[in-house]
């Protein structure tokens, strides 16, 4: 994980999205963010330049492909990293939730589908619903050498 220049902020968000179809939904939850994190910083990792004003700082995606978003959860700028999928609306404050990450390394939020019986059918084994999928459109995470680790793994 890199870090872009000292006077970057420590703590932010990603979003990663490749293709001008995904990218006014990308602008549209940045505006989302600012109104109600307006002390966020933003960066957008895409295979197009926005000049859109929506995003703090814009970095290039140089190989783009449907996971692109690993890629950029890897070359994030900050110390602390909220990574969000281009289509969330966000409702209200989310600093709080950078708390999470003085106890932990990473935080996912999980789905919770146990009630929907499409859901819950058996593939090969059953998994109890205490193991609930994890929801990978919203990753806060710390940059550090094991969480790298982690992520080259």
């Given amino acids: 994980m890199t870090k872009e220049t000292p006077s970057t902020p420590t703590r932010g968000v990603i979003y990663a999205e490749t293709g ?4 006014e939904t ?4 940045a505006r989302s963010m600012r109104k109600h994190n307006p002390d966020l910083h ?9 000049t859109s004003g929506a995003f703090d700082q814009t970095k290039r995606l140089t190989e783009a492909h449907t996971r692109s ?3 950029a959860i890897c070359k994030t700028p900050y110390d602390e990293t909220l990574y969000l ?13 950078f708390a999470l990450l003085e106890r932990f390394d990473i935080a996912i939020a999980s789905v919770v589908m146990w009630e929907n019986k499409s859901h819950r059918k058996t593939w090969k084994t059953k ?3 205490a193991f609930v999928e994890p929801n990978t459109g919203v990753i806060l995470y710390k940059s550090t050498g094991k969480m790298a680790q982690f992520l080259q793994d």
């Fill in 127 to 129: 998994v109890p619903d």
């Fill in 42 to 50: 933003i960066t957008l990792f895409s295979d197009i330049v926005d």
């Fill in 20 to 23: 001008e179809a995904y990218l």
């Fill in 69 to 71: 978003k690993v890629d």
């Fill in 85 to 97: 999928l281009c289509d969330t609306i966000i409702r209200t404050d989310l600093t709080h939730m």
């Fill in 26 to 29: 990308a602008r549209r939850s």
